[in-house]
């Protein structure tokens, strides 16, 4: 998980570096139809054709619609009209939001400390749009990356419910291909261009090659391996290590400037995810912390 979290963090940077190469709408089919190539071969080596009832395909094309086409589709467009700083720092919110989504879905008392988290991680966002001093940054895109964060975070719950009765390889496979299939034909629709200037010189090209299939493909099969194991609310709490290297990694790839607005608020943020997650009580109290132990899914016997 916190392999995963440090692509991600790096992976904004990534897009945001892409899109002097790509349409937003024609970088997002390109990289899912990367990812699904690399994990359908996989998935048909060690499972054959795995068949899915109509209640597990419903939760596969949660995943896929939250998750993924949507996700990709805003983020592109958010990566594109903000800077990396400000999208990671956004998307630094995503773990308080899935503690309070999971906690209110499964009935659990909304404690004090959550709610302090929602109001600092939000004052930390607020921090960000005001001390708008990014010149690649606007409202409109910041807007879109809290839509993207808020998306994924919709999806994640799509996932633990499909991976009580599906291997995760399966899910993030599946649910790949059925969203590179919609990101390619709304492509189709919208894109007059796909390229621009050297999209086939070696830089873009490893670039791509690597936030496709590493940070898309993997990152996402492990985090949803992850979910599977330990639930979405316990997985998210990796992803305060995310905002950190986004920050400092648009900051030396992007020759972003750091301005005490962004420290400002990236301390409220990883302040808001610890406190609205139970970081830091846990940390005040190690002996109260402990893991429940994780139990092994059982799946059926694929139909072949």
């Given at each position: 998980?916190?392999?995963?979290?440090?692509?991600?963090?790096?992976?904004?940077?990534?897009?945001?570096?892409?899109?002097?190469?790509?349409?937003?709408?024609?970088?997002?089919?390109?990289?899912?139809?990367?990812?699904?190539?690399?994990?359908?071969?996989?998935?048909?080596?060690?499972?054959?054709?795995?068949?899915?009832?109509?209640?597990?395909?419903?939760?596969?094309?949660?995943?896929?619609?939250?998750?993924?086409?949507?996700?990709?589709?805003?983020?592109?467009?958010?990566?594109?009209?903000?800077?990396?700083?400000?999208?990671?720092?956004?998307?630094?919110?995503?773990?308080?939001?899935?503690?309070?989504?999971?906690?209110?879905?499964?009935?659990?008392?909304?404690?004090?400390?959550?709610?302090?988290?929602?109001?600092?991680?939000?004052?930390?966002?607020?921090?960000?749009?005001?001390?708008?001093?990014?010149?690649?940054?606007?409202?409109?895109?910041?807007?879109?990356?809290?839509?993207?964060?808020?998306?994924?975070?919709?999806?994640?719950?799509?996932?633990?419910?499909?991976?009580?009765?599906?291997?995760?390889?399966?899910?993030?496979?599946?649910?790949?291909?059925?969203?590179?299939?919609?990101?390619?034909?709304?492509?189709i629709m919208m894109n007059p261009v796909w390229t621009y200037g050297n999209a086939a010189g070696f830089g873009s090209v490893a670039v791509l090659l690597f936030s496709s299939l590493v940070n898309t493909a993997l990152g996402a099969l492990w985090w949803n391996m992850g979910i599977q194991q330990v639930g979405a609310?316990?997985?998210?709490?990796?992803?305060?290590?995310?905002?950190?290297?986004?920050?400092?990694?648009?900051?030396?790839?992007?020759?972003?400037?750091?301005?005490?607005?962004?420290?400002?608020?990236?301390?409220?943020?990883?302040?808001?995810?610890?406190?609205?997650?139970?970081?830091?009580?846990?940390?005040?109290?190690?002996?109260?912390?402990?893991?429940?132990?994780?139990?092994?899914?059982?799946?059926?016997?694929?139909?072949?």
């Open positions: 998980m916190l392999l995963v979290v440090v692509l991600w963090g790096i992976n904004v940077v990534m897009i945001k570096y892409l899109l002097r190469f790509f349409p937003p709408l024609a970088l997002a089919p390109i990289r899912l139809s990367l990812a699904a190539g690399l994990l359908l071969p996989v998935v048909w080596r060690q499972y054959g054709f795995y068949r899915l009832s109509g209640k597990e395909w419903l939760f596969v094309a949660g995943v896929a619609f939250f998750s993924i086409f949507v996700h990709q589709i805003v983020l592109s467009l958010g990566v594109a009209a903000t800077s990396g700083t400000h999208a990671v720092l956004i998307l630094g919110l995503n773990p308080l939001l899935t503690t309070v989504l999971a906690s209110y879905l499964m009935k659990e008392a909304f404690t004090w400390a959550k709610g302090a988290g929602i109001a600092l991680g939000f004052s930390g966002v607020a921090l960000v749009v005001y001390g708008n001093a990014q010149g690649t940054a606007t409202p409109a895109g910041d807007l879109l990356i809290l839509v993207a964060m808020i998306v994924f975070v919709i999806g994640s719950l799509f996932v633990k419910k499909s991976t009580v009765s599906v291997p995760p390889l399966v899910v993030t496979a599946y649910s790949h291909a059925l969203a590179s299939i919609g990101l390619v034909l709304l492509g609310s316990t997985t998210s709490l990796f992803q305060n290590v995310s905002p950190i290297v986004g920050v400092f990694a648009s900051a030396v790839w992007l020759n972003e400037q750091l301005n005490w607005h962004h420290i400002a608020a990236l301390c409220l943020v990883v302040m808001a995810v610890s406190l609205g997650t139970g970081v830091a009580s846990n940390l005040n109290f190690p002996s109260r912390f402990k893991p429940a132990a994780a139990t092994k899914p059982t799946f059926r016997t694929p139909n072949l």
